[in-house]
């Protein structure tokens, strides 16, 4: 991923789907184009309950708890 918008949301009565779909709203919003990828902190991958549509949620370390990087994944040649 070369761009990407880093969102921040702690609010404890949203569910993850529902804070990584605000994620993705704001970045096609900002950038013109839906992203395809979200990067989450592992915790937050076993609060999901359901899959997001249209997005491929990974959980990476180096992403704090409540952040969720959205953004177009890179394609490889």
Not at 7 to 14: A, G, H, L
Not at 20 to 38: L, N, S, V, W
Request: glycine fraction near 6%.
């Amino acid at each position: 991923m070369k761009t990407g918008l880093l969102w921040y949301d702690n609010d404890p009565k949203r569910l993850a789907e529902e804070k990584i779909r605000r994620a993705a709203q704001r970045y096609q919003e900002k950038f013109g184009r839906a992203p395809d990828t979200c990067y989450v902190n592992p915790a937050m991958l076993a609060q999901m309950q359901t899959p997001v549509s249209h997005l491929q949620v990974l959980g990476r370390p180096n992403i704090l708890p409540h952040h969720f990087l959205v953004g177009v994944a890179e394609k490889s040649a």
